[in-house]
């Protein structure tokens, strides 16, 4: 899917393939790494998220530990030195809205752009065309 995302765009503003396969691969690293590395707290995150299922997962973790999976998923791509691209795909994956200092990276667009496909999808919607992002 991300592939052929990645081909849809303008060839001028298309990411490596190889850096969108990574940011797909990578997207849920903040969530693994709390679930490996911090087990007391993924397991009051899970209970909490149980019991407010109407919340956002970002919000319960925010209130409970101060920081998402998103932002320590994009701190842990910062510090691996890893592409700015990679990093800006993971820490706002979930953010419609994203309006960041620059224009979001051509990596992001593809990667929402998959998401919101795959939510529209499982809502038996169609979805708009992924040129949307990427011509404002």
């Known amino acids: 899917m991300i592939e052929g995302l990645t081909r849809a765009m303008p060839r001028a503003e298309r990411p490596e393939s190889g850096l969108t396969y990574l940011a797909g691969l990578l ?3 903040g969530y693994l790494l709390l ?27 925010q209130h409970l530990l101060g ?3 998103e932002q320590i998923g ?5 510090f691996w030195d890893m592409p700015e691209e990679l990093a800006t795909a993971l820490r706002f994956q979930h953010d419609p809205h994203y309006a960041g ?28 065309s992924p040129t949307r992002c990427w011509s404002a």
């Open 27 to 29: 997207h849920n690293f």
């Open 35 to 61: 679930a490996h590395v911090f087990p007391p707290h993924f397991s009051l995150i899970c209970r909490h998220l149980e019991v407010n299922p109407h919340l956002c997962h970002s919000y319960v973790e």
């Open 67 to 69: 920081i998402s999976r």
């Open 74 to 78: 994009a701190w842990l791509m910062r």
């Open 101 to 128: 200092t620059m224009p979001p990276s051509p990596t992001w667009c593809v990667w929402r752009y998959a998401c919101c496909a795959r939510a529209a999808s499982a809502r038996g919607r169609t979805t708009a």
